[in-house]
């Protein structure tokens, strides 16, 4: 991929944005954004023809999008289960039989540093082809110490040749591995007292996440295990009450994490709690989707509620092979009964704040960095009427052009 530098975006059509003012996502029409190392600097009137002046060609101009939560390190596809699913396996089901996250790790724990890298590489490429140009990336499936490290540096080195922003997760707590199913306590004294250290000692990680879930990992264990990873300095996630409400909501709150993730069986209290809070809200229709569910989380009751909300691919093998945020803000529309405005602020601004970067990222305004994508659409509900096509038409990051986009 080629990086052209701009100076601007100019004869727009509608562009959309969060203004963090006035805390509201707003629809504009026209005019110029001026571009100066790397930032947006302000929208004129003015039609710019100088060289050095992307012409938007009049289509939809949004920031870039931020896919707040994806596993992207890992070894093999598992198509065999998603047949498994489609004739009736649930989730749960194929995972107590040693498949699911156990049958990454087993393939994980083989593949090179340096194969691993490139295959991580491929899916950012696609990510950053489908308009997403800030993402979060999440080991687990090594579940040992090395082989954690490894995804970690993978990803690391995947992010470096491509012009795209990452975000890396630790997320050791992603399963209990085989060889510790019948020694729980040791596994979490493993990931308290070796890995988050190695991982911090390395700087690999800028956050530390934990499958908070019935039949994964206790509440008191994740507490444990994050807070541990808190006072190592690492910001905090959760995987929380994906299939059952153990309280997961309640306790990302009471940690302060950043983003309690997934939240398809969130309790009234969790969604209270999250209410009075600044953990953010992240929701994975798409994994609602592939694994074939009807149980949609309560983005209405979230939103309501006054808890920002939002939206994730959860790009992974087993529960959503999906590299497009815009197909994630279709189901939001359809399922989650979003607004096209409320799923668009979804997958940018309030991504951005899952992330703690709200500050500098998810916005066309003043000062932000300027990551943008031009559609070849008309306007922002046209984003997720369009589904099972790409209609990113030119990804801009850090105030480049990004060329070719395939």
Not at 188 to 195: Q, R, T
Not at 244 to 273: C, F, P, R, T, Y
Not at 335 to 350: D, F, H, R
């Amino acid at each position: 991929m080629h990086l052209k530098p701009i100076k601007g975006i100019t004869n727009l059509g509608q562009w959309v944005s969060w203004d963090p003012g006035k805390q509201t996502m707003e629809v504009h029409q026209g005019g110029t954004w001026l571009i100066e190392n790397g930032t947006f600097q302000e929208h004129v009137a003015k039609h710019y023809t100088a060289d050095g002046f992307l012409d938007a060609e009049q289509k939809l101009l949004t920031p870039g999008l931020i896919d707040s939560h994806t596993h992207p390190a890992f070894a093999t596809t598992r198509e065999d289960e998603f047949v498994l699913r489609a004739q009736g396996k649930s989730y749960q089901e194929i995972a107590a039989a040693g498949g699911g996250i156990r049958q990454s790790v087993r393939a994980l724990r083989e593949i090179s540093q340096s194969d691993l890298s490139n295959l991580i590489k491929d899916r950012l490429r696609l990510m950053l082809e489908h308009g997403t140009t800030t993402l979060e990336c999440k080991s687990g499936y090594g579940l040992e110490t090395e082989a954690e490290i490894k995804s970690l540096r993978a990803i690391k080195a995947a992010a470096a040749q491509l012009p795209i922003r990452t975000f890396s997760t630790f997320l050791g707590a992603h399963e209990i591995p085989d060889e510790y199913r019948e020694d729980r306590t040791a596994y979490v004294d493993l990931l308290v007292k070796e890995m988050i250290p190695r991982v911090v000692q390395e700087d690999l990680a800028d956050f530390c996440d934990v499958f908070c879930e019935a039949g994964v990992f206790t509440p008191e264990e994740t507490e444990l295990i994050l807070s541990a990873a808190k006072e190592q300095g690492m910001g905090l996630r959760f995987h929380a009450d994906e299939f059952v409400s153990i309280g997961g909501a309640e306790l990302a709150v009471k940690l302060n994490a950043l983003s309690a993730d997934h939240l398809m069986a969130i309790s009234d209290q969790g969604i209270k709690d999250m209410a009075g809070s600044h953990t953010v809200a992240t929701l994975l229709p798409g994994t609602t989707f592939f694994l074939g569910s009807n149980t949609w989380a309560p983005a209405r009751k979230l939103i309501d509620a006054g808890v920002t909300v939002a939206l994730a691919s959860d790009f992974n093998p087993g529960s959503n092979m999906s590299f497009s945020l815009p197909f994630v803000m279709t189901l939001a529309v359809i399922y989650l009964k979003m607004t096209p405005l409320e799923a668009l602020q979804g997958v940018t601004y309030s991504s951005a704040k899952s992330l703690g970067a709200e500050a500098h990222l998810g916005a066309i305004y003043p000062g932000f960095s300027a990551d943008a994508v031009v559609w070849d659409l008309e306007n922002h509900r046209q984003l997720p009427y369009f589904y099972g096509i790409n209609r990113a038409k030119q990804i801009i990051v850090n105030g480049s052009l990004i060329s070719p986009l395939a």
